[in-house]
């Protein structure tokens, strides 16, 4: 029999119940013991569920109560002074490490006061892990035996697991050194590091683990020389050591042919790699494993929500058999299923000729079981003819496919994705219109969603208000909004977003070939999960979308108000995307409907367009080379489609924020005006970077996820620092980001000594 394997399933219970437990634990309304058995229960059914779905090489400590990165920094005491320092249980240690924690004393405790370790985008998905920090101080040694508990848990159940670890030199390399030691290089502690590795590696060996499945997933990056080189160093140690599991050793999210010179020597039982994403590196990888080296074979893809085609990977997998014969060869998810939402069951609203097209987590389990079955000769051809059927069923469906869109999209040409003149040019004209101060200043769209609007938005949707008592709702509230702007001086007006859910939502729900759960949840860090829209078919605007709004903010002002909309990329990056479809395709599809909505804001008056790509940056792809170019250019190119229809006199704005972002990669966009998060940013260098960008910026000047009021005096100095190394002339007031999150209160006294701050300026130039 051909094995089956899963690398990871999600851990925050088919109904949230993680995100529950977890919040009512840190506000003190649930005990330590409480959350535990939260834990301890998700684990068992995670485990039962895959085991009475026959999958034969079950995961174990792929459970984490906020980040499997930080658990690993808990066991192996990579626990900062300053968290040390208060003698907190591990749990709460772990906790202050990811999230910070700020409390008061009492009469048995003393005062808590510390912020949380910096949070990093694990690779190119949309969860976030806490990240290894590391100083000269750093005490090595296992804290507890996380691994061997949960494992031995699982045991007590009548489960044998494979407990899952992230790899020594992976947890290094995704680390940094912490302030006081800036002069650490994090890799120099493999020394240090790898016997910890060994040590709980016999422990699981002595609780009775026969296996253990180790995630190396930076091979998927561009590495440098010495970290290609710590593999041999780490897995030759492991491999000295006598008595430990055999090692799968794991890499997803990419291809590690560039890489296979660190890894072609190395001393473990097998090797795991990610077909879904990279299936064209069969041969490259296969060809260096050694004759008792076995490979699982990554085909149910844990990153998307699509059905397998049964057809395809049994293919793929038969391959493999045929190289390497059965016994060598496992049948996998390419990644953890962490990044898929949990059960498809739960999802009672879907269309059915759409839900008969997914498979969330519970699903894919089975999935892998089906194609080791398959391909190792036993009967599961009712299963074959049902996936088949949806595989077909989908293809040709009118859902997924929309002739128009596809020609519209084979028709864009140089000039759709061409403003009519250059920025100069453009720039003259919109002068004579808007006469603008210097130091124009301005805000990035959403304005405090308050209690209210929540509630008032819930009612509409539950139908306990009409349209019209919704729609005179939301435009009382663009009122406030609009008079608050005008009142302290602001120079470009926004209507504040009162009328969206979410950025990307908003749209999805706008646009035909758009599809949405009930509970699709999935982690995006600690215990705040997103539930992503989802990419069915061609992509295309029925009706306007944001005119109504726009053009009513509009009507009660003489100041230009913008036109507010999310870019295509962002709108891409934020969904699940299509699997049968280039990115590229979507993001130009997405890009014609936004075009027709900015052509519409536009014709109906408003003449200043924004079009949000906050995502934009992490696009990016992980590697240098072909594709990031590639990714680059199209990215550009489909923002430009959207916003290139206009008019030289109407003003295209753009904002990014989430990342460092290269300001080569936002020229070839072509905006007029863009915005950039930038308070935390005090390095002249960055924005000595910006120096050379061509059109207006404006660098944000305070950081949005904060109540903190910076006062005029921090504004005037902040802008002084950066006109040292900055053209007045091109440069907007605005803060960070949105302000969707912030209280009026802060908002107000925050914005308006940003302006006071703008005008002092005005007199100085
Ligand atoms: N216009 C959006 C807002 O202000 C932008 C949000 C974002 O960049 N994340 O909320
Ligand atoms: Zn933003």
Redesign the pocket.
Known sequence: MVQSSVLGFPRIGANRELKKATEAYWQGKVSVEDLLKVGKDIRAHNWKLQKEAGVDVIPSNDFSFYDQVLDLSLLFNVIPERYAKYNLSPLDTFFAMGRGLQRKATETEKAVDVTALEMVKWFDSNYHYVRPTFSHSTQFKLNGQKPVDEFLEAKALGIQTRPVLLGPVSYLFLGKADKDSLDLEPLSLLQKLVPLYAEILKKLAEAGATEVQIDEPILVLDLPQQVKAAFKTAYDFLASQSGLPAITFATYFGTVVPNLDAIKELPVAAFHFDFVRNPEQFDDVTAILKENQSLSVGVIDGRNIWKNDFAKSSALVQKAIEKLGKDRVIVATSSSLLHTPVDLENEKKLNPEIKDWFSFATQKVKEVVVVAKNVSGEDVSAELKANAKSVSNRASSNITNNEEVQKRVASIDEKMSTRSSPFPQRLEEQNKIFNLPLFPTT????FPQTKDIRINRNKFVKGTITAEEYEKFINSEIETVIRFQEEIGLDVL?HG?PE?ND?VQYFGEQIDGYTFTANGWVQSYGSRYVRPPIIVGDLSRPKAMSVKESVYAQSITTKPVKG?L?GPV?CLRWSFPRNDVDQKTQALQLALALRDEVNDLEAAGIKVI?V???ALREGLPLRAGDERAAYLQWAAESFRVATSGVANKTQIHS????SDLDPNHIKALDADVVSI?FSKKDDPNYIAEFQNYPNHIGLGLFDIHSPRIPSTEEFISKIETIMKSYPAEKFWVNPD????TRGWEETKLSLTHMVEAAKHFREVY
């Open positions: 805000t990035i769209g959403s926004v977003e969206r950025m507010m999310t962002t924004q949000d790509e906050p904002h990014f924020c989430y998060e980001c949105g302000l969707k």
